[in-house]
């Protein structure tokens, strides 16, 4: 009998602990790609912390494409690209796309989405439309979740006339991202934050990066409980520091991760 539980749990123990694995998928904000968490510094912290870098995923005619050998490490991340300039719902087909396939090539591991201003919108908008992913964790840093004056300016100006001279200052961006704009508005009633705010959110561990310094989004927009459907659910961290990316994120987000039950 004894030997047999020995056996036993030799056998289990020797099976592979894919639950207890983690993948976390990196989505990038307004204007940036996949590889802007690489070039401000996210990323090394990130690697210094038992984290394997899988490589960039690209949404091509060929299907999903990714530009490094699958990971072997028991904590990998991802980063994706998007058409970063278009309403979120189109950016949503590109990232559902890529999580589909992180879950086909890791089954069972826990899944983490890591969003940078409108990523992090994104991945909540994927969280709602698609609850059955079982996302264990969503972190949203400097992201916009109740809108911002920023792209409202930026929605009027794309509105007005002015957006007929902003290609000559090398503004194309003006009017390529019309919808977006509107869709990162405050709340009106109409746009799609009116919606996504008031939809049922999945259970999980939301944390809110709070930028305090940020430019362009308020702090009170950056935290998650102030949806009043994640009320008193989002974790709260802050940093000094203004809306874009930098390597102290890296740190901040890879003490986060430890931290994770």
Same mark, same amino acid.
């Given at each position: 009998?004894?030997?047999?539980?020995?056996?036993?749990?030799?056998?289990?123990?020797?099976?592979?602990?894919?639950?207890?694995?983690?993948?976390?998928?990196?989505?990038?904000?307004?204007?940036?790609?996949?590889? &802007?968490?690489?070039?401000?510094?996210?990323?090394?912290?990130?690697?210094?912390?038992?984290?394997?870098?899988?490589?960039?995923?690209?949404?091509?005619?060929?299907? /999903?494409?990714?530009?490094?050998?699958?990971?072997?490490?028991?904590?990998?991340?991802? &980063?994706?690209?998007?058409?970063?300039?278009?309403?979120?719902p189109?950016?949503?087909?590109?990232?559902?796309?890529y999580?589909?396939?992180?879950?086909?090539?890791h089954?069972?591991?826990?899944?983490?989405?890591?969003?940078?201003?409108?990523?992090? /919108?994104?991945?909540?908008?994927i969280?709602?439309?698609?609850?059955?992913?079982?996302?264990?964790?969503?972190?949203?840093?400097?992201?916009?979740?109740s809108g911002?004056?920023?792209?409202? /300016?930026?929605?009027?100006?794309?509105?007005?006339?002015?957006?007929?001279?902003?290609?000559?200052?090398? $503004?194309?961006?003006?009017?390529?991202?019309?919808?977006?704009?509107?869709? $990162?508005?405050?709340?009106?009633?109409?746009?799609?934050?009116?919606?996504?705010?008031t939809?049922?959110?999945?259970?999980?561990?939301?944390?809110?990066?709070?930028?305090?310094?940020?430019?362009?989004?308020?702090?009170?927009?950056?935290?998650?409980?102030?949806?009043?459907?994640?009320?008193?659910? &989002?974790?709260?961290?802050?940093?000094?520091t203004?809306?874009s990316?930098?390597?102290?994120?890296?740190? $901040?987000l890879?003490n986060v991760?430890?931290n994770?039950?």
């Amino acid at each position: 009998m004894l030997k047999k539980l020995i056996l036993t749990l030799v056998l289990l123990f020797s099976l592979p602990f894919n639950a207890f694995a983690d993948v976390l998928v990196l989505v990038p904000g307004y204007l940036n790609g996949g590889y &802007s968490w690489r070039m401000q510094g996210i990323t090394q912290s990130l690697v210094a912390n038992g984290w394997s870098d899988g490589g960039n995923f690209i949404l091509g005619p060929n299907g /999903v494409r990714l530009d490094l050998p699958p990971a072997a490490s028991k904590h990998r991340f991802y &980063s994706v690209e998007l058409p970063g300039e278009a309403p979120l719902p189109i950016q949503a087909n590109y990232l559902n796309n890529y999580i589909d396939a992180v879950q086909a090539m890791h089954p069972g591991e826990k899944m983490i989405l890591a969003g940078h201003s409108a990523g992090g /919108v994104l991945a909540r908008y994927i969280m709602v439309t698609r609850p059955t992913l079982n996302i264990d964790t969503l972190i949203t840093i400097a992201s916009p979740h109740s809108g911002t004056d920023a792209a409202e /300016v930026a929605k009027l100006i794309s509105d007005s006339p002015a957006s007929w001279i902003a290609p000559l200052f090398g $503004l194309n961006t003006i009017n390529r991202s019309r919808d977006l704009y509107r869709d $990162l508005g405050r709340p009106d009633g109409t746009n799609l934050l009116s919606w996504l705010n008031t939809r049922q959110h999945p259970k999980a561990n939301y944390i809110s990066v709070i930028h305090l310094n940020d430019e362009w989004v308020d702090a009170g927009s950056q935290d998650m409980n102030n949806i009043p459907v994640l009320a008193g659910k &989002s974790t709260v961290v802050t940093t000094n520091t203004g809306h874009s990316l930098n390597p102290a994120d890296g740190v $901040l987000l890879a003490n986060v991760l430890a931290n994770l039950k």
